[in-house]
């Protein structure tokens, strides 16, 4: 069965680094999906992209974060400068399509540590 | 803008008894309701759907919008039944792609 991939499962990160986190949605997939999850806190949606640009985006995606789908495989989410409350499991996730009846894949995860 | 309650952080039973996974959700439009399932190490996966009205591993799901309710029902809990249940929306009306979810329950069932 077709999974949404995550690299690296765990990233340590010094605070004020760049990070890029990556993801390989399923391969007939047209939306793809970042979220993330502060420890003990509930899943956050943060943004949402299809035809190669942000079709939605949450508050916490500032200008510190964007996402990019550099070789039409790969969906990235980059931290610009990371802050130690950007410390969280983020998942990527992706569907077939929208409305009624699409289930969204979740990849595994990407564990960020910023200290 | 749209709320997903999930009353119960801790839910622990032991085993052959019933289940109820309680979710409210809080939106003026038409939501699609879903359960996803986090077994121990392993990803998000869906566990059902309102709109399919399917009984996935003996779990089952009603969505009542006048009480604006979407619990999780199984009658007969079983070990392996012991993962994390997260309650999410999608809005259908305006609400894009996204899932709005509660924080979880944590089910533990005991032998």
């Known amino acids: 069965e077709p999974e949404v991939t995550q690299t690296p499962s765990h990233q340590v990160t010094q605070m004020g680094q760049e990070v890029i986190l990556r993801c390989v949605p399923i391969s007939n997939h047209l939306y793809f999906y970042w979220y993330r999850q502060i420890l003990g806190q509930k899943v956050e949606f943060l943004v949402s992209f299809y035809n190669n640009e942000i079709s939605e985006k949450s508050e916490i995606f500032d200008d510190q974060f964007s996402v990019e789908r550099p070789d039409g495989s790969n969906f990235t989410l980059k931290i610009r400068s990371t802050k130690l409350e950007d410390s969280a499991m983020y998942f990527c996730?992706?569907?077939?399509?929208?409305?009624?009846?699409?289930?969204?894949?979740f990849g595994q995860g990407t564990r960020l540590t910023v200290v | 803008a749209q709320r997903v309650t999930q009353p119960e952080k801790l839910l622990s039973v032991f085993k052959g008894a019933p289940v109820e996974l309680k979710c409210n959700y809080s939106?003026?439009?038409?939501?699609?309701l879903f359960w996803y399932v986090q077994y121990s190490r392993q990803r998000l996966q869906l566990l059902l759907r309102h709109i399919s009205r399917e009984s996935i591993k003996g779990f089952t799901a009603d969505l009542n919008k006048g009480e604006t309710s979407f619990h999780l029902k199984k009658p007969f809990a079983q070990e392996e039944d012991s993962a994390m249940y997260y309650c999410?929306?999608?809005?259908?009306?305006?609400?894009?792609?996204?899932?709005?979810f509660g924080t979880g329950t944590q089910l533990k069932v005991e032998l």
């Open positions: 999410a929306l999608k809005a259908l009306t305006g609400g894009g792609n996204k899932l709005t």
């Open positions: 939106y003026s439009g038409s939501p699609e």
């Open positions: 996730a992706s569907s077939e399509g929208t409305g009624r009846d699409t289930e969204a894949f």
